[in-house]
């Protein structure tokens, strides 16, 4: 039996001539393509009908950042990670103590003292938000649900003052 020879070459893209006295760089290989963002100009803060704060995750829920609400029980642990990733990136879990869920060590204690299921009603940006084309062909999305709106801009720029002070 022959074996079939499979073409393997990388794709190069070409590089603008290098000028006088400048080395020439080798060329490099073509990366792939820019992933499509579903949430792309969408409000990455709101605030919801009890007025908290609330972020927008990868997959399109907007979550309050409050493991502490969520009751220590295996089939919750999703919702209490998801919880706590928001959290730690909005800066609530700086300077306290560490968290932790350990469900068979109930006392432990880092472990949250929550009763729920989740913290807050579960918000899906596709329930609250419309979608529409701006003049640049970019989605422009308008709130369409009563009392969730999007954070004061001035109220914002106050906080991120008080936090460089």
Not at 65 to 74: F, L, T, V
Request: with cysteine; net charge neutral.
């Amino acid at each position: 039996e022959e074996e079939e020879e499979v073409e393997t070459e990388v794709k190069e893209s070409k590089q603008p001539a290098a000028k006088k006295g400048e080395k020439e760089e080798e060329a490099k290989p073509e990366y792939g393509t820019k992933m499509h963002d579903p949430h792309k100009g969408k409000p990455e803060v709101i605030i919801d009908e009890e007025g908290r704060e609330r972020w927008l995750c990868l997959d399109g829920k907007y979550r309050r950042g409050d493991p502490e609400a969520i009751k220590c029980a295996p089939e919750y642990f999703s919702q209490w990670l998801s919880e706590w990733v928001v959290a730690a990136r909005v800066g609530k879990t700086k300077g306290k103590p560490q968290m932790t869920f350990l469900p068979d060590t109930p006392h432990a204690p880092g472990n949250s003292k929550g009763t729920s299921q989740r913290a807050g009603r579960e918000i899906r940006s596709e329930d609250i938000l419309k979608k529409h084309e701006g003049p640049d062909g970019e989605p422009i999305w308008d709130i369409i649900a009563e009392g969730i709106r999007v954070p004061d801009k001035k109220k914002k720029k106050e906080k991120t003052k008080a936090k460089s002070s």
